[in-house]
């Protein structure tokens, strides 16, 4: 466990809680330690989907500044990569990923937001990346998840003017997908996990990988990897007993096993 991120589980669902007070900024120590907990989430078989939660107050408000500001270009080369990297570990847990938006959501925080699968914000919160607004661009996934999420001219709208954008707006053109009162975030995104606690976990890994996979390349190529993907679940235990539980008793019945 780290000292400013930790893995918590409960009920099949593990929350990545960063807890840097007062803004959550993300150092290279904080970097590093989100890398750990989405190691261990996605090697966990008592989790079965994430939660990525900074708390009632700020998810996270970017990436420390007083750190990066006296770096070198040779310096930063390196810590780039590093957190687009570390920030990468959580696109790539292979199961059901939300982050719980609380506050602001900025720069780093927000990139780190566009890593999971699903994004639930308070109405009180506000999203963007300011990075220009510091003579630099996004550096760990901004200018790419959000263009590919929302459409390159909203993305280039967003990331050209560094301006915050109010969680009704994020909802509007897609930065976010659902906005509720700030102190229901994170029992909101509970309810959207809890989904898949009993859910056929390979077939839901598989499935996030098909369109993950598939969005990186052309069409025939997601259709080969879908396909791949799609035979290759015919060798787990889940698969059986899901046909065999729709044969005998309909849909929706089955108790996967996770196999």
């Not at 939660?53 to 930063?76: C, N, P, Q, R, T």
């Not at 220009?132 to 709208?157: E, H, N, W």
């Not at 990331?159 to 109010?166: N, P």
């Not at 990897?225 to 698969?239: G, N, P």
Request: charged content about 25%.
């Amino acid at each position: 466990m780290g000292e400013f991120v930790r893995l918590e589980v409960e009920g099949g669902i593990g929350t990545i809680r960063l807890e840097r007070p007062p803004m959550n900024a993300l150092n290279k120590q904080v970097q590093e330690e989100i890398r750990a907990a989405a190691h261990e989430a996605a090697q966990r078989e008592d989790v079965r989907a994430v939660i990525v939660y900074g708390g009632e107050k700020v998810f996270a408000a970017g990436a420390d500044i007083k750190e990066m500001v006296d770096m070198s270009y040779v310096e930063m080369a390196d810590r780039a990569h590093a957190l687009s990297s570390s920030f990468a570990a959580v696109a790539e847990i292979p199961k059901p990923t939300v982050a719980a938006i609380t506050g602001y959501a900025l720069g780093g925080g927000f990139e780190l937001a566009l890593c999971c699968d699903r994004r639930i914000a308070g109405d009180n919160a506000k999203v963007g990346q300011p990075e220009i607004l510091l003579g630099i661009i996004p550096g760990a996934g901004g200018t790419q998840r959000l263009a590919r999420l929302v459409g390159p001219s909203k993305a280039k709208d967003i990331v050209f003017t560094g301006r915050f954008v109010g969680a009704e707006e994020a909802l509007a053109i897609g930065m976010v997908d659902q906005v509720v009162a700030p102190d229901e975030v994170y029992s909101a995104a509970r309810a959207w996990a809890g989904q898949f606690t009993g859910a056929a976990s390979r077939a839901l890994a598989a499935a996030k990988a098909a369109i993950d996979g598939g969005l990186d390349g052309d069409l025939a190529s997601g259709l080969k990897l879908e396909s791949h993907l799609f035979a290759a679940l015919f060798a787990t235990d889940d698969q059986t007993i899901g046909m065999r539980s729709f044969v005998e008793s309909g849909p929706g019945k089955a108790n996967f096993t996770g196999k």
